[in-house]
């Protein structure tokens, strides 16, 4: 149980596009999501909280006007990069908070030229 | 706010021997959550082990188990028998036990990446 997709896994686009994440629980419900950015060889930095039905949470330094969240069910969380330039290049990942324990997506590889 | 430091970058182990990774946090709190995520090359986040501080009794989860010194504030990973598929990236995470809105997100350790020899 508590698996936890992502898509897409990779994702290539030009700059000044912007690209959509889904993140979703595929046997449990999620009242609250995360969003987490990982540059290479470093730890995981939360972006923002999610929670159905109510604005995201974002952390300190993040733009909520380039990172848009969305958490319109309890399934179902997205992450949009509004107008990608090449330093959003990253890596992102999903997790999901069934009861205690945050389960992870396998994370999307975001690529912009 | 709390931290969570794992002093150890790398560590390295031969197949089938035991291998520990220390992680030490701080906290005024009394009651909260202790984890252990992997990362393996394919950059999933898998869950390890989890303690919860109010249980005195170390979590142990088939070759993986713990050393949790509430009182010294540190929740060691040890490793038994180890395995070529246990090369990954080790992350030692803390969380609250309130669940609040804003209390439920895991403070995470830098990492220790753990190497497998055969």
């Known amino acids: 149980g508590a698996v936890v997709s992502q898509h897409p896994s990779r994702v290539i686009c030009k700059s000044g596009t912007s690209v959509k994440i889904e993140c979703r629980s595929l046997?449990?419900?999620?009242?609250?999501m995360f969003w987490y950015r990982q540059f290479p060889k470093q730890s995981l930095m939360l972006m923002a909280t999610s929670n159905e039905g109510s604005k995201a949470t974002y952390e300190q330094g993040v733009e909520k006007d380039k990172f848009l969240i969305n958490h319109a069910s309890l399934t179902l969380s997205t992450l949009t990069v509004t107008s990608a330039h090449p330093e959003d290049s990253s890596f992102y990942i999903c997790?999901?908070?069934?009861?205690?324990?945050?389960?992870f997506g396998p994370g999307t590889r975001l690529t912009v030229l | 706010a709390q931290t969570v430091t794992q002093s150890q970058p790398e560590m390295s182990v031969q197949e089938a021997e035991t291998v520990t990774l220390s992680c030490t946090y701080d906290t005024s709190e009394s009651d909260y959550y202790l984890f252990w995520y992997k990362q393996p090359p394919s950059r999933q986040m898998i869950l390890v082990i989890r303690?919860?501080?109010?249980?005195?009794q170390n979590a142990t989860e088939n070759r993986f188990s713990v050393n949790f010194q509430k009182a010294a504030k540190s929740f060691s990973l040890k490793i038994s028998d180890s395995q070529l598929g246990d090369a990954a990236m080790y992350f030692c995470a803390y969380r609250s036990i309130i669940s609040n809105f804003g209390n439920e997100k895991l403070t995470f350790g830098t990492g220790t990446r753990l190497t497998i020899i055969p």
């Open positions: 046997d449990f419900q999620a009242t609250t």
């Open positions: 303690q919860e501080a109010y249980k005195q």
């Open positions: 997790s999901a908070l069934p009861r205690d324990t945050q389960y």
